[in-house]
């Protein structure tokens, strides 16, 4: 386990795992999570996440070849940015930079 974090505005819990320290798995609970198929805090495996060295030049990347993203955020917790885009069948793809 890496961390674990209460997160009293949604009242959920994210856990941070790793193996090896190389493989990072992210495990939220919501209480009362909704069945939407395509948005990161429904039931289920949600999305993917893919380290980038860089999430500025990824996101002009992408944005050069006309995938639309949503804005880069910044972990609160690790200080770390990170931005959300969706592939064709509109489930959610996330990018986080190291």
Same mark, same amino acid.
């Given at each position: 386990?890496?961390?674990? %974090?209460?997160?009293?505005?949604?009242?959920?819990?994210?856990?941070?795992?790793?193996?090896?320290?190389?493989?990072?798995?992210?495990?939220?609970?919501?209480?009362?999570?909704?069945?939407?198929?395509?948005?990161? $805090?429904?039931?289920?495996?949600?999305?993917?996440?893919?380290? %980038?060295?860089?999430?500025?030049? %990824?996101?002009?990347?992408?944005?050069?070849?006309?995938? $639309?993203?949503?804005?880069?955020?910044?972990?609160?917790?690790?200080?770390?940015?990170?931005?959300?885009?969706?592939?064709?069948?509109?489930?959610?793809?996330?990018?986080?930079?190291?």
């Amino acid at each position: 386990m890496i961390q674990e %974090v209460y997160r009293k505005e949604r009242n959920s819990y994210k856990l941070d795992l790793a193996l090896n320290g190389e493989y990072v798995i992210e495990l939220f609970s919501f209480p009362n999570p909704p069945q939407r198929p395509t948005q990161p $805090e429904a039931t289920g495996l949600r999305h993917l996440a893919f380290e %980038v060295d860089n999430i500025d030049q %990824v996101a002009a990347h992408l944005k050069s070849n006309g995938v $639309e993203a949503e804005p880069i955020r910044v972990d609160e917790y690790t200080g770390k940015k990170f931005l959300f885009f969706f592939d064709p069948d509109d489930l959610p793809l996330e990018l986080y930079e190291v």
